[in-house]
Nanobody, 124 residues
Framework: QVQLVESGGGLVQPGGSLRLSCAAS????????MGWFRQAPGKEREFVAA????????YYADSVKGRFTVSRDNAKNMGYLQMNNLKPEDTAVYYCAARTGIGITPRAGAYDYWGQGTQVTVSS
């Protein structure tokens, strides 16, 4: 079994920054791509960013491209999402996810494991 735990969420003013972390534990040997998703109230969960394990290929949603940076530290079993120039529309619960499949995908159904989520609120 795999456990993913997010941290780093909070309240930030528009234009501010936050760094989310995702700690992976358990049977993580087979994990490959790590992804970040978010869900705002009344909306469906949407893809934010993802990064592969070995090569570190990244993929971003158009809405966050140029503002968010996804990274990972395989030695520490950690994933990160650096969020800059935050906007009110970025307000959501952010989830870390991981998949055993090869390749990078924005499809939520392709991810096998999920964290419990961390709230990010962007407001003045």
């Amino acid at each position: 079994q795999v456990q993913l735990v997010e941290s780093g969420g909070g309240l930030v003013q528009p234009g501010g920054s936050l760094r989310l972390s995702c700690a992976a534990s358990g049977s993580i040997f087979g994990l490959n791509t790590m992804g970040w998703f978010r869900q705002a109230p009344g909306k469906e969960r949407e893809f934010v960013a993802a990064i592969t394990k070995n090569v570190g290929t990244t993929y971003y949603a158009d809405s966050v491209k140029g503002r968010f940076t996804v990274s990972r530290d395989n030695a520490k079993n950690m994933g990160y999402l650096q969020m800059n120039n935050l906007k009110p529309e970025d307000t959501a619960v952010y989830y870390c996810a991981a998949r055993t499949g090869i390749g990078i995908t924005p499809r939520a159904g392709a991810y096998d494991y999920w964290g419990q989520g961390t709230q990010v609120t962007v407001s003045s």
